[in-house]
């Protein structure tokens, strides 16, 4: 009977990281449409609408129409950047091209740069990639993680480190923040979705934290050998 009992815990472990898996699969790929629909379709007629705006600009040049016509081509401009800012977002070009470490460093400086939180990306490893899903993972848990300190911290310092050694990949996120109880948020959401996206790359994540105290979270990758 026990035996029984340990064979369908396992296979009900299985069917819940199929299932997990399933479901940040999706997420990825609605991610990458929807990228890919804001690029093709709202992006394209956003750069003809401007491009009319400057032809308009150039027919009608009367001092009011032209400072309308300027006004507008701003708020176009505005738009499109947002646009490319939420393509990013969702699907960051520098993370498919160049890799994990380009990646969370530019993620590093951009928030370093748009909020008031003082951000340090450090490497101890060589520029190299890693196997995809593990790449996308891992970026995907800091963006997590930098939105629950930004939003709930109130740290002035963060710092991500990324390293290597021995095939272990780890990436540490801490900041100075007002910590929290794990006791009381361990079933959060956040938490939960971290710990389950560290479990589809076998990896392990410990997070240590107090109220007052600050917070630092440690996930854990095994490298496959090719």
Do not use: W
Not at 140 to 158: C, D, P, W, Y
């Amino acid at each position: 009977m026990i035996k029984n009992q340990v064979v369908l815990r396992q296979l009900q472990d299985e069917k819940q990281n199929d299932l997990l898996n399933a479901v940040f699969e999706t997420q990825e790929s609605e991610r990458k449409r929807l990228a890919e629909d804001l690029h093709d379709s709202v992006g394209q007629v956003l750069s003809a609408i401007k491009l009319n705006l400057h032809r308009l600009a150039k027919v009608n040049e009367g001092e009011g129409n032209t400072t309308l016509l300027a006004d507008t081509r701003q708020l176009t401009d505005e738009c499109i950047q947002e646009i490319r800012n939420i393509i990013h977002n969702v699907l960051p070009p520098v993370l498919t091209d160049f890799g994990l470490i380009d990646a969370l460093q530019a993620l590093c400086a951009k928030l370093d740069q748009t909020t008031d939180i003082s951000i340090t990306f450090t490497k101890n490893l060589a520029d190299e990639r890693f196997p995809s899903e593990i790449e996308l993972t891992l970026y995907r848990m800091a963006q997590e993680l930098f939105g629950n300190a930004v939003k709930h911290s109130k740290a002035t310092n963060i710092q991500l480190l990324l390293s290597k050694e021995d095939g272990l990949l780890t990436m540490s996120f801490s900041d100075n923040g007002i910590g929290f109880d794990m006791d009381n948020v361990k079933h959060g959401f956040g938490i939960k979705n971290l710990q389950s996206r560290a479990q589809l790359i076998n990896g392990k994540i410990h997070t240590y934290t107090k109220p007052q105290n600050g917070t630092l979270t440690t996930i854990k990758v095994l490298i496959p050998k090719p």
